[in-house]
């Protein structure tokens, strides 16, 4: 039973270019969530989503960054016109059940996005 | 607004002996509580949990111990050993969603040969 895929696991990007991360979450769960850490910090929440639909999306920036996940296919986070700040992990993780119960979320191997 | 602290950078024990990795929270609506151990350039991989109806759960080696009074838990591995060397996080959820896991700052663990 395959874990939680990311790709790709490290992603250089000049300012002003796109990332797209891609998260697969594990067989059978329908809910994803992502979040990032920056150096020495901790994980922060950024989204969480279920199939065709944003949850949560409170820790979002307000612009150049966007969620989906989509009826087929993985999850995309996607980071619009990147500047250096956005250097960081993005993580991504899956649970079987989602809001409104306790959950236990599993984590994929993360992204590391490196903006030049 | 930290709503989770785990006030203790970093810790280091023997092998052998047990570990006890401390975490405090300020906010009264998280009933759920889960601890991870992540080494570098890899994922979070989840160790244990606890909800908020216990005061302490068991698997193994590892025991996570809740007091609500004081809005603190602590995750206890005993015996310690080298493998354990990671930097591990405690995180919390509860109120109005489950899918928002708040997480500290991490507690780098060094258990010694």
């Known amino acids: 039973n395959a874990g939680v895929m990311q790709n790709p696991r490290h992603l250089v990007r000049r300012r002003g270019q796109e990332a797209r991360l891609r998260c697969s979450p594990m067989k059978g769960h329908s809910h994803v969530y992502w979040y990032r850490q920056l150096p020495e910090e901790g994980l922060k929440f950024m989204v969480y989503l279920q199939k065709e639909n944003i949850i949560d999306e409170s820790g979002m920036p307000k612009e150049r960054f966007s969620a989906e996940f989509p009826k087929e296919g993985p999850s995309i986070l996607r980071i619009q016109q990147v500047v250096r700040g956005d250097s960081a992990a993005y993580f991504c993780?899956?649970?079987?059940?989602?809001?409104?119960?306790?959950?236990?979320?599993?984590f994929g191997p993360g992204t590391r996005l490196t903006v030049l | 607004d930290q709503q989770v602290k785990q006030n203790s950078p970093s810790l280091s024990v023997q092998e052998g002996r047990i570990s006890i990795l401390n975490c405090d929270y300020t906010?009264?609506?998280?009933?759920?509580f889960l601890w991870y151990k992540k080494y570098p350039a890899e994922g979070p991989t989840f160790l244990i949990s606890i909800s908020s109806i216990k005061d302490k759960n068991e698997d193994g080696r590892f025991t996570v111990f809740l007091n609500k009074s004081a809005k603190h838990l602590s995750l206890h591995i005993v015996p310690s050993q080298p493998g354990d060397s990671a930097v591990y996080f405690c995180?919390?959820?509860?109120?109005?969603?489950?899918?928002?896991?708040?997480f500290g700052q991490g507690t780098i663990l060094t258990v010694h040969p």
């Open positions: 906010n009264s609506m998280f009933d759920y």
């Open positions: 993780a899956s649970s079987p059940q989602g809001q409104g119960m306790a959950d236990t979320q599993y």
């Open positions: 995180a919390a959820a509860g109120g109005t969603s489950y899918g928002k896991l708040t």
